[in-house]
C-alpha cells in the first residue's frame, strides 16, 4: 500500500507564502496516476485545488490560478503545494492525494490521502 506524509502546513498573514510537502512511502508501480491538492474549509466540501497527471499537466481551481504551483520530485517521491499571496478565504484543511489513472476533480476518486494540513491565513 501507498502511505502520503504531509507537512509545511502553519499560519502566515495574508499576502504571505507556505509550500506544503506530501511525502509517498512507497513506489506504486503504476505507469500512470495523478497527485492532486484538495482543502475544505468549515461549512464547506472538500474541493480540488491543483492535480498533476504523469504527463506534467497542471490543472488548478480558478480561485487559486496564478497564485499556487504544483510540482513534484521524483527522486524525492515528493508532492509540493506551493502557495503565494495567500489570503483569509485559503484558510484550510489541506490535503495531498493519490490516485492511479488521471485526474479527477471529485475527492471520491482518489484512494490515497495524507493526514491532513492546517492552513491558517489571518488580515
Known amino acids: 500500500q501507498v502511505h502520503l506524509m504531509e507537512s509545511g502546513g502553519g499560519s502566515v498573514q495574508a499576502g504571505g507564502s507556505l509550500r506544503l510537502s506530501c511525502q509517498v512511502s512507497?513506489?506504486?508501480?503504476?505507469?500512470?496516476?495523478?497527485g492532486a491538492w484538495f482543502r475544505q474549509a468549515p461549512g464547506k466540501e472538500r474541493e480540488a485545488v491543483a492535480s498533476?497527471?504523469?504527463?506534467?499537466?497542471?490543472t488548478y481551481a480558478e480561485s487559486v490560478k496564478g497564485r499556487f504551483t504544483i510540482s513534484q520530485d521524483n527522486a524525492k517521491n515528493t508532492l509540493y503545494l506551493q502557495m503565494n499571496s495567500l489570503k483569509p478565504e485559503d484558510t484550510a484543511m489541506y490535503y495531498c492525494?493519490?490516485?492511479?489513472?488521471?485526474?479527477?476533480?471529485?475527492?471520491?476518486?482518489?484512494?490515497?490521502w495524507g493526514q491532513g494540513s492546517q492552513v491558517t491565513v489571518s488580515s
Open positions: 498533476l497527471d504523469s504527463d506534467g499537466s497542471a
Open positions: 492525494a493519490a490516485r492511479g489513472g488521471s485526474c479527477y476533480t471529485s475527492a471520491s476518486r482518489y484512494n490515497y
Open positions: 512507497e513506489y506504486t508501480g503504476a505507469n500512470y496516476y495523478c
